[in-house]
């Protein structure tokens, strides 16, 4: 098993290039499927993730090549609609592939994604939107088969919730189809837009895409595309996170200002003067960052859930009490029992943290419990006096490209072994 071996206290200085979103390559790479010629990705990160979603187009008949942060998809058609429960394991984002196969071959068999360290991540509206379109939808045995019934001529379709995954499905399944589809209380992340200037750019109909009202006109094909990943703007929170817990100062290249607006806004009330200038941002620490008012999770444009524990992290020495509440996931204060580790004050009362800031943190032994969870407790190694050692650093892996050489690169003294 892969550990950080981390000696906190250092002042980080110094500039780090972002990597491209995870969270758009992986629904990229699933919308490739639907392209009738090659796909060229740049800007993918080099990930764990990204290498999983890989196998699954190559296991369903897609010539594949990855070089550095480039990715070509050849020109190919589904050799087979199914994805086996081994491939659909590997990855938390695997359902997307749900969208691309039916619109590909007209059907699809997947198995449940199951649950996750956050919690149940249910599909549910991802299914009950797909049987809108026109598919059948049977679950036996944990496997998921749909199946193309009829195609409807409009669709009007009003999630109960904006999820991000169940309006890339829609998008996905809808856009070589014969139908007009108003995709009514969708998701509004940025990752949502990427995916529909890739598939507009291939030829698809999609209006809407980054509002709550998506439109998407079926057309007959799409065709070659080369196209570059949008900035990976957790990524972004993380490394001012780490510039904000060591007072730090940081430049960091490459970022979309306008994808991290709500998190800027927190980092500027714990004290960070942050200035930006096209796409760099420079984040500087003072000695000691403010508590900062409640802050809740939730959807695009507001604070990011997947922000929530690199802001909890960047409080844990702040001078005095701030609270932040989770409202998108149930179980994703897990993390929160490591940070307790170095010496932090951290209280749960179900989906509610308080923060008390320390003046002091020392050098633990800790775990990552999931991704995020795990980059806040690299952060917190970075504020703590002493050697930690962070094991299962494979969650991290899932989501950031060279964590340690980016983080060396600023004067971390990190080594991984
Ligand atoms: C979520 C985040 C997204 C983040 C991604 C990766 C939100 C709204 N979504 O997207 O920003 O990039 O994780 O970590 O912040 N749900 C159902 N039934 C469904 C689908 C979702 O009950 O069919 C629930 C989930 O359990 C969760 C909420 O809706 O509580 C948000 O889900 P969704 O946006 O779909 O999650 P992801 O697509 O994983």
């Known amino acids: 098993m892969t550990k950080l071996y981390i000696e906190g206290g250092r002042r980080l200085t110094g500039e780090i290039e972002l990597q491209g979103s995870k969270n758009s390559a992986l629904p990229l790479l699933a919308a490739s499927m639907l392209i009738d010629g090659a796909t060229l990705l740049h800007n993918c990160p080099d990930l764990s993730d990204v290498r999983a979603a890989i196998r699954i187009l ?37 359902s997307l592939f749900l969208g691309a196969i039916l ?14 360290e956050l919690g149940p991540r249910p599909i549910d509206m991802h299914l009950k939107a797909i049987s809108e379109l026109g598919f059948s939808v049977k679950e036996r ?16 379709i009003t999630l109960d919730f904006p999820s991000v995954g169940a309006t890339e499905n829609v998008i996905l399944a809808s856009c070589l189809s014969k139908s007009v589809v108003l995709l009514r209380n969708a998701a509004k992340e940025p990752e949502i837009a990427d995916l529909a200037d890739f598939l507009n750019k291939a030829g698809a109909k999609i209006r809407g895409a980054g509002t709550d009202r998506i439109e998407i006109i079926g057309v007959n094909r799409l065709t070659s595309i080369e196209h570059t990943v949008i900035p990976d703007r957790i990524v972004a929170a993380t490394y001012m996170s780490a510039a904000a817990v060591t007072s730090g100062e940081i430049e960091i290249r490459n970022v979309n200002i306008e994808h991290i607006r709500r998190i800027i806004n927190s980092f500027s009330e ?41 802001l909890v992290a960047s409080l844990v020495k702040a001078s005095g009490t701030s609270t932040f509440v989770e409202t998108i996931f149930e179980n994703r204060f897990n993390y929160i029992d490591e940070l307790r580790r170095f010496g932090a004050d951290i209280k749960v009362y179900n989906r509610v943290a308080v923060v008390e800031g320390v003046r002091q943190l020392h050098g633990a032994q800790v775990c990552c419990t999931d991704l995020r969870g795990g980059a806040a407790a690299i952060v917190v190694a970075l504020a703590s006096d002493g050697v930690s050692v962070i094991d299962k650093i494979c969650h991290v892996e899932r989501g950031y490209e060279k964590i340690e050489e980016k983080l060396s690169g600023v004067y971390a003294n990190i080594k991984k072994e």
């Open 270 to 310: 714990m004290g960070c003067d942050i200035v930006f200038c096209e796409n760099t941002l420079r984040i500087r620490a003072p000695q000691r960052l403010n508590r900062i008012k409640t802050t809740r999770s939730t959807v695009y444009p507001g604070f990011p859930t997947d922000a929530g524990p690199l």
């Open 141 to 156: 045995g944990g496997y998921i088969t749909c199946k193309r019934q009829f195609s409807p001529k409009n669709v009007d």
């Open 103 to 116: 619109a590909r071959c007209g059907s699809a068999t997947i198995t449940a994604p199951g649950g996750c």
């Open 58 to 94: 190559q296991s369903l008949g897609y010539k594949c090549k990855q070089v550095n942060n480039d990715v070509f998809i050849g020109d190919n058609m589904p050799s087979c609609d199914t994805v086996s429960p081994e491939l659909m394991r590997e990855m938390r984002s695997s």
